[in-house]
């Protein structure tokens, strides 16, 4: 079933092309692997243990790391209303609403596809934001949904995930003989982490271009389906602002979600950080959104007038 969010082409492409490369990517890190580990059983079992794992239990693990869990309407009420209005408005399935006991003002949504979604808020942003506000970003993230980018960045982030595990499955695995380090054996772990850690690096800058592309994309769609883009550049101005106020202890188990989260949990100052982050610059976000609201009422003045 397709929602009313409007298609995004070019979106779309990036996602096809970054699944296409990781791909070829992923051959060529399993067929080294087998040539040097010389044990395919193993590393298939391995990637698909892996590999299940992640796509099949992601909403769960995102919301166990995060202390998140699903609640009832009777809990909260104007949230429920507030998801229900925009699903109904995107014409897709509402998701699973799910809170997490934190302080740090976020929301984020997971789930392998619109009919297994849940999106979770944290009560530091239930707390902080005006209705208008909140509704933007439940708009953002239904639109992760809707698009099947939750999926995407989920697959996408997998053979990462694999290349880190390898390295760290390579000291504790017989393949390399045990305790004994013979010159050959040194040979062949230097080949496996150089190998893994060259996958993990492209994985890397593959999947943080598709997510700065995506988190536009999302803003877009939201605007667009709310009418209201200048409520969600509100809410993006006052999370971003109160995240950099958030402790650097606190931001810790929240920073390996950060591909998932509506803003990311950089603290005060990224730094060079920045230039890797999951999410394009406040400032990039906010000029598009100025120009959506711009395009938004050049189209409403004609109407009027007529």
């Known amino acids: 079933m397709r929602s009313r969010f409007r298609s995004d082409r070019r979106l779309t492409v990036r996602m096809t092309v970054t699944m296409f490369l990781l791909g070829l990517l992923y051959v060529v890190f399993v067929a080294a692997l087998v040539a040097l580990l010389r044990s395919w059983v193993l590393v298939a079992v391995v990637v698909a ?29 104007q949230l429920y209303a507030v998801v229900e209005r925009l699903a109904a408005l995107a014409d897709m399935p509402r998701p699973v609403i799910a809170v997490s006991e934190m302080d740090m003002p976020n929301a984020f949504a997971t789930g392998r596809n619109p009919d297994h979604a849940v999106v979770c808020v944290t009560t530091g942003l239930l707390r902080r934001l005006e209705p208008a506000e909140l509704e933007g970003v439940l708009a953002h993230e239904l639109s992760h949904v809707a698009h099947k980018d939750v999926a995407v960045i989920t697959v996408a982030s997998f053979l990462g995930v694999v290349a880190g595990l390898v390295v760290r499955f390579a ?20 080949a496996v982490l150089g190998v893994s850690a060259a996958v993990y690096a492209l994985s890397f800058l593959l999947i943080r271009a598709l997510s700065r592309y995506r988190e536009l994309a999302a803003d877009r769609a939201a605007a667009l389906l709310t009418g209201r883009p200048s409520a969600l550049a509100s809410a ?20 390996a979600f950060n591909a998932f989260y509506f ?19 406040l400032q990039q976000r906010l000029d598009q959104l100025g120009r959506i609201s711009g395009e938004l009422g050049e189209a409403a003045t004609p109407g009027k007038a007529g």
């Open 49 to 77: 243990a892996v590999f299940v794992a992640q796509f099949w239990f992601s909403d769960r693990i995102a919301l166990f790391a995060m202390r998140g869990r699903v609640v009832e309407r009777e809990e909260y009420p």
């Open 171 to 190: 000291f504790y695995s017989q393949v390399f003989g045990g305790g004994r380090r013979d010159q050959n054996t040194a040979m062949v772990f230097a």
């Open 236 to 255: 993006l101005t006052k999370v971003s602002g109160d995240i950099a106020r958030i402790p650097s202890k606190d931001l810790r188990t929240a920073q």
């Open 263 to 281: 803003t990311p949990a950089l603290g005060a100052d990224p730094g060079v950080a920045g230039l890797f982050s999951t999410h394009p610059s």
